[in-house]
């Protein structure tokens, strides 16, 4: 009984998507993403998403109940907006974490000690990645400064979303790295 009720569901959202206009509804959307701080590059990436997400079933629309897909897909946008967001703070509070207690880059010695414990950090993140292939070359192309992740996917000929999940699994190691050197950094200092 459950199979059939979801095959129903499924049926029923797939005849309303049928009716959607999509080459009037995209454009709003991205209008929406970019009228609550969204770049246009970022506004696009998360209409894409919302949109993929509600034909893979990942969301819970129901246009009986909801038969107003275009604000189902504005909520979707706006909590992808979001997750992006705290994705980058989380990503920068991480690194400037790991270098709370630096000294100010005052002197050229600073600034050297500085870029030297962030190349290691690189260094041990790259360590921790080895097994990811996606993720090392997403590394290198940030370094290259193609930073945007639908840049990333066009430049890869991947899906957005294979480049989202490897820029997460990038971030947790990126944290774990950060957490263990902050620590090194810690104990070096107890034990002077």
Known sequence: MGGSGKRDLQEIQRAALARVDWRELCPRLENFARAIGATSSDAEDAVQTAVKQLFAGATHWHPVTHPDVGRHLMRAVRRTLS??????????????????????????????????????VMVRLREAMAGDGLALTLLDLAAEGVDRPAAQAARLGLPKGEVYDARDRITRQLRRVAAEQQAAVDEEEVAQ
């Open 83 to 120: 997750r992006a967001r705290r994705s980058a703070e989380i990503r920068r509070e991480v690194l400037l974490d790991s270098f709370e207690d630096e000294p100010a880059p005052a002197s050229e010695r600073a600034a050297r000690e500085r870029a030297a414990r962030a190349a290691e």
